[in-house]
């Protein structure tokens, strides 16, 4: 279980540090690297609980019964909250492949609502483009990768 503990503690720090790197190649998302960070130490935690649970040898099959409890209670609460599962993934593909940043002017292509503006923020679970009436758009981080969005500045 310590060793477990040790190697949890290192794989998150050389996870922590590579995004930094990667995030400081571009400053427009070195903000963002906390969220990243977060996301990441989230899913190494859990994976780590995953090994000690199997280093301590708990019976499995109340194990999984209880888990699988669980995860039909989340699974119904994220569906219902749209999908956030998709949205933080979004979040994810997004930081490290997106053709646009913070502070680029974006058009989203939408045959109904087309919307020009500034990139202010991209969180977690959203998006933030202030539009030049001043409205600020708040859009889910899926929606970019099912929508075509154009990039109208090249800084």
């Known amino acids: 279980t ?8 290192i794989i998150r720090y050389v996870v922590y540090k590579l995004v930094i790197r990667y995030g400081r190649l571009n400053p427009k ?3 963002r690297i906390r969220h990243i960070n977060r996301i990441c130490s989230n899913i ?11 280093i301590w040898g708990v019976n499995t099959k109340n194990l999984f019964l209880a888990l699988s409890s669980l995860f039909a209670i989340i699974g119904v609460a994220l569906f219902a909250q749209w999908s956030l599962l998709s949205n ?3 979040g994810l593909i997004i930081f490290f492949s ?24 991209i969180l977690s679970f959203n998006t933030h ?14 929606v970019f990768l099912q929508k075509s969005i154009s990039r109208l500045t090249n800084d």
């Not at 190494?44 to 199997?54: D, K, Q, S």
């Not at 680029?104 to 503006?117: A, C, L, M, S, T």
């Not at 539009?131 to 899926?142: E, M, Q």
Request: glycine share 10%.
């Open 98 to 121: 997106s053709p646009f940043r913070i502070g680029d002017r974006i058009r989203v292509e939408d045959k109904d609502f087309p919307v020009d503006g500034i990139v202010e923020d």
């Open 88 to 90: 933080i993934t979004a």
């Open 129 to 142: 483009i202030r539009s030049d009436d001043g409205r600020l758009h708040i859009y889910p981080n899926s």
């Open 2 to 9: 310590g060793i477990t503990f040790i190697i949890i503690a």
């Open 44 to 54: 190494i935690n859990i994976l780590g609980i995953i090994a000690i649970i199997g």
């Open 29 to 31: 998302i070195e903000h």
